[in-house]
């Protein structure tokens, strides 16, 4: 099985390019949606960021309160660093048994973990990926998506963004990369070129086998 690393800054592109890949047969695992599993009410994850950040940070329905807790970690790397530390080995043990359960069914299959966080998690653990994809547009041009698209304040959209890796940290991982600078049709274009490219040929199905060139 190949495993493809992809990653990109907020508003990049990277779900859209996730979702082409899912219509050429990759096999989505989300970091993102582990990552709520991986705080779920009675998690140890959840428990271990109520011992770090206090009662403030949680519902009175024992969820996690995001934006309680965004608010202080946006703000501090201290303390950005400490959520970390917490949630990325949980994420990470929940990616690997949806990779072996990925391979269980389709040992030909190529799995794609969309993980935004890629660069930030680097430090923390070797990469254990065939081959890492950024999906890359400048920092500016996110920032006027992120206002433009999403209706953020720009003083929030570029904290957000500032509060991420820098583009030539996140590049710098990079094996290939997907320009998402321009429209959507020519992100999709890009990201159709990666995944021939890495599959070494055109897009398959779920199941079908690679081409020899696979």
Same mark, same amino acid.
């Given at each position: 099985?190949?495993?493809?690393?992809?990653?990109?800054?907020?508003?990049?592109?990277?779900?859209?390019?996730?979702?082409?890949?899912?219509?050429?047969?990759?096999?989505?695992?989300?970091?993102?949606?582990?990552?709520?599993?991986?705080?779920?009410?009675?998690?140890?994850?959840?428990?271990?960021?109520?011992?770090?950040?206090?009662?403030?940070?949680?519902?009175?329905?024992?969820? *996690?309160?995001? =934006? %309680?807790?965004?608010? $202080?970690?946006?703000? +501090? #790397?201290? &303390?950005? @660093?400490?959520?970390?530390?917490?949630?990325?080995?949980?994420?990470?043990? *929940?990616?690997? =048994? %949806?990779?072996?359960? $990925?391979?269980?069914? +389709? #040992?030909? &299959?190529? @799995?794609?973990?969309?993980?935004?966080?890629?660069?930030?998690?680097?430090?923390?653990?070797?990469?254990?990926?065939?081959?890492?994809?950024?999906?890359?547009?400048?920092?500016?041009?996110?920032?006027?998506?992120?206002?433009?698209?999403?209706?953020?304040?720009?003083?929030?959209?570029?904290?957000?963004?500032?509060?991420?890796?820098?583009?030539?940290?996140?590049?710098?991982?990079?094996?290939?990369?997907?320009?998402?600078?321009?429209?959507?049709?020519?992100?999709?274009?890009?990201?159709?070129?990666?995944?021939?490219?890495?599959?070494?040929?055109?897009?398959?199905?779920?199941?079908?086998?690679?081409?020899?060139?696979?």
């Amino acid at each position: 099985m190949r495993i493809i690393g992809l990653t990109g800054g907020i508003a990049a592109g990277k779900s859209t390019v996730a979702r082409r890949w899912a219509e050429h047969g990759g096999h989505i695992v989300d970091a993102d949606q582990l990552a709520r599993e991986a705080v779920a009410p009675g998690s140890p994850g959840l428990e271990r960021i109520r011992e770090r950040f206090g009662p403030s940070v949680i519902r009175p329905d024992g969820s *996690l309160d995001r =934006a %309680a807790l965004g608010s $202080i970690v946006f703000t +501090d #790397p201290e &303390a950005r @660093a400490a959520l970390n530390a917490i949630t990325h080995p949980e994420v990470w043990r *929940l990616a690997t =048994a %949806a990779f072996a359960a $990925i391979e269980a069914q +389709d #040992p030909t &299959a190529t @799995a794609v973990y969309d993980v935004p966080l890629l660069a930030e998690a680097a430090a923390d653990r070797p990469l254990h990926f065939d081959t890492v994809v950024v999906v890359h547009a400048p920092s500016a041009v996110r920032i006027e998506r992120l206002v433009t698209d999403r209706g953020m304040d720009r003083d929030e959209a570029e904290r957000r963004i500032g509060a991420q890796a820098s583009d030539a940290e996140r590049l710098a991982l990079a094996d290939h990369v997907v320009d998402a600078t321009g429209s959507l049709d020519d992100t999709i274009a890009s990201a159709d070129d990666v995944w021939a490219a890495i599959t070494g040929g055109g897009p398959r199905t779920h199941g079908e086998p690679p081409d020899s060139a696979g």
